[in-house]
């Protein structure tokens, strides 16, 4: 079955780095888009970065020029490096892959969810 799996969260303070990993299984990873949502308390799941099969690359712009998404075909994983955290990145980290042509930072545009990783940054 279909399985995504992050890691990479943590307690971090203001302008640090933490980089999340996504590894996929199940399906032919290279034939789908992946992104990064994100869902903090009592407020509706986002879109952080999305990368296509292609390799093109899209981002919220909130997180532009901090964060990079970025994939390894070869290891079925998928990548958020995230620099210079504030306070409002706070949240749970959700990977995602998506079947569909177009390359979305809306998470109904997405199949299958993994189960999330907490990234919490302290001031």
């Known amino acids: 079955q279909v399985q995504l799996v992050e890691s990479g969260g943590g307690s971090v303070q203001t302008g640090g780095s933490l980089r999340l990993s996504c590894v996929a299984s199940?399906?032919?990873?290279?034939?789908?888009?992946m992104g990064w949502f994100r869902q903090a308390p009592g407020k509706e799941r986002e879109g952080v970065a999305a990368?296509?099969?292609?390799?093109?690359?899209i981002y919220a712009d909130s997180v532009k020029g901090r964060f990079t998404i970025s994939q390894d075909n070869a290891k079925n994983t998928l990548y958020l490096q995230m620099n210079s955290l504030k306070p409002e990145d706070t949240a749970m980290y959700y990977c995602?892959?998506?079947?569909?042509?177009?390359?979305?930072?809306?998470?109904?545009?997405?199949?299958?969810w993994g189960q999330g990783t907490q990234v919490t940054v302290s001031s």
């Open positions: 995602a892959a998506a079947s569909g042509r177009w390359l979305l930072l809306r998470p109904g545009g997405y199949n299958y």
């Open positions: 990368i296509a099969t292609y390799g093109t690359t």
């Open positions: 199940g399906y032919t990873y290279n034939n789908y888009h």
